[in-house]
T-cell receptor, first 112, second 113 residues
């Protein structure tokens, strides 16, 4: 079964600093990978997805992620954090043709 | 464009009462449909998924059931709620295939008292 591991359940950064949220996947075959953002008491919004077209994927709100097969990683980055980026972020992987498996989430706090 | 509706937004139910949460999708045909439950610190747990009318796959044996009476309607039910059923329930849909990702409703906060 597929799985993703998100390192760090809580991450704090200063406003304007680099955001780095870590995700490692378990598959030996490059899967489809996704990052989502969730604001309090809301559903999840798709930030970006990796579908093997390009290893560096750009998403909404200035986020991007790089697929590294050698490290089985798909870390999410943003060059400069904004207060509005404070939220919970989930990494997800597809399993088969129907299922999406999610990590446990990383809560990002942005300090003024 | 496609939209997903999930209701109610919040629900407080006594132990032993029934449950029915409904989700509908507009603007697409034959979507894959999902119910997830979210608990603090545990991410999203896939409860059920459906690839067509009447086709339900259960991921976790529990006190809940799901039904898909119409192509774009997905219902989560329970005959008798337990305290442990409290949580944030999310409905989602995806196009056929696994490369597009899932698209989520706004969720239902269920508190069983």
């Amino acid at each position: 079964a597929q799985s993703v591991t998100q390192l760090g359940s809580h991450v704090s950064v200063s406003e304007g600093a680099l955001v780095l949220l870590r995700c490692n996947y378990s598959s030996s075959v490059p899967p489809y990978l996704f990052w989502y953002v969730q604001y309090p008491n809301q559903g999840l919004q798709l930030l970006l997805k990796y579908t093997s077209a390009a290893t560096l994927v750009k998403g909404i709100n200035g986020f991007e992620a790089e697929f590294k097969k050698s490290e089985t990683s798909f870390h999410l980055t943003k060059p400069s954090a904004h207060m509005s980026d404070a939220a919970e972020y989930f990494c997800a992987v597809s399993e088969g043709t129907y299922k999406y498996i999610f990590g446990t989430g990383t809560r990002l706090k942005v300090l003024a | 464009s496609q939209t997903i509706h999930q209701w109610p937004a919040t629900l407080v139910q006594p132990v032993g009462s029934p449950l029915s949460l409904e989700c509908t999708v507009e603007g697409t045909s034959n979507p894959n449909l999902y119910w997830y439950r979210q608990a603090a610190g545990r991410g999203l747990q896939l409860l059920f998924y459906s690839v067509g009318i009447g086709q339900i796959s259960s991921e976790v044996p529990q006190n809940l059931s799901a039904s898909r009476p119409q192509d774009r309607q997905f219902i989560l039910s329970s005959k008798k709620l337990l305290l442990s059923d409290s949580g944030f329930y999310l409905c989602a849909w995806s196009p056929p295939g696994a490369s597009n990702g899932a698209f989520f409703g706004q969720g239902t906060r269920l508190t069983v008292v």
